[in-house]
């Protein structure tokens, strides 16, 4: 006898019902729903998501996903995590017209023609694929030419994994990948790198010798007498203060009116 089949979302993890995604967002309608956060609940399965069709923002990351089928009908959807899950594809993206920003770092996706999908995206400019922070990545960020392979196929990003490829910025985010690349020694034959030189000469960041200046010297006690002048000042008024306050207090309570 063969054993139950499992319905999706059944086994491991929350399931996607409308009553769930009502409840909590307070909405009465699955279309009127805007912004949704799933984050780290187990789902295996997207149940009735893609009912929500009016949704624009959606968090997914750190579930057990391994498609994103349902998302295809979400055309008004403009930024998406789905980070730490097991996707192994995005082509249900490939109609969500609307997408600007896409989080898939740390899923499983080992080749750039897996992005092809993504192609088509008119707005996508933010894609990351790799978070070093949370110590998440891709296979296909192994790569040597994964960053290449990346911006030829998506020509329109303008951000990948936080840095800024095309647009204010992007030069000094050039500058470091060309130092880092300069900075980790190469496997490959070929002349040595030539050992670096001082740039200025020997003893060049050595204290120089003191010189008068008179100039300097009169503007420093001038300086010193303006702040011994206020110093006296303050004692003098505090002195003031103290003065008034003791011979009101001497004088005993007085008459008040209240208006």
């Known amino acids: 006898m063969e054993p139950p089949r499992e319905e999706p979302g059944e086994a491991g993890g929350l399931q996607i ?5 009502k409840s909590r967002t307070g ?32 968090d997914l990351s750190g579930n057990a996903l ?23 594809g995005l082509e249900p993206l490939a109609t969500c017209e609307n997408l600007q920003s896409l ?9 750039p023609g897996q992005l092809q999908c ?45 840095e800024r490829v095309i647009g204010r910025g992007s030069e000094f985010y050039q500058l470091c990948r060309d130092l880092d690349s300069s900075l980790h020694p190469s496997s ?29 010297e009169e503007a420093c006690r001038q300086f010193q007498d303006t702040l011994q002048e206020c110093w006296d000042l303050d004692r003098q008024a505090s002195d003031s203060l103290a003065q008034a306050e003791q011979a009101l207090s001497s004088a005993g309570p007085t008459s008040s009116f209240v208006f």
């Open 66 to 88: 391994t498609h994103l089928g349902p998302l295809a009908s979400l055309r008004q959807l403009a930024v998406l995590n789905v980070s730490n899950n097991r996707l192994t």
């Open 27 to 58: 909405e009465f309608s699955l279309e009127s729903i805007l912004l949704l956060k799933l984050r780290g609940l187990g789902l295996a399965d997207l149940g009735c998501l893609g009912e929500c069709l009016g949704l624009e923002w959606l």
């Open 103 to 111: 989080n898939a770092a740390g899923n499983l996706l080992a080749i």
């Open 188 to 216: 490959s034959p070929g002349p040595r790198a030539t050992e670096a030189q001082p740039w200025v000469e020997p003893g060049y960041w050595e204290s120089w010798p003191s010189q008068s200046n008179s100039i300097l």
């Open 17 to 21: 019902t409308p009553q769930l995604l």
């Open 118 to 162: 993504l192609a088509g995206l008119p707005c996508l400019e933010y894609l990351r694929l790799r978070d070093p922070l949370a110590r998440l990545s891709n296979p296909l960020c192994a790569s040597p030419s994964y960053w290449a392979a990346v911006r030829e196929l998506l020509p329109g990003l303008k951000v990948i994994d936080g």
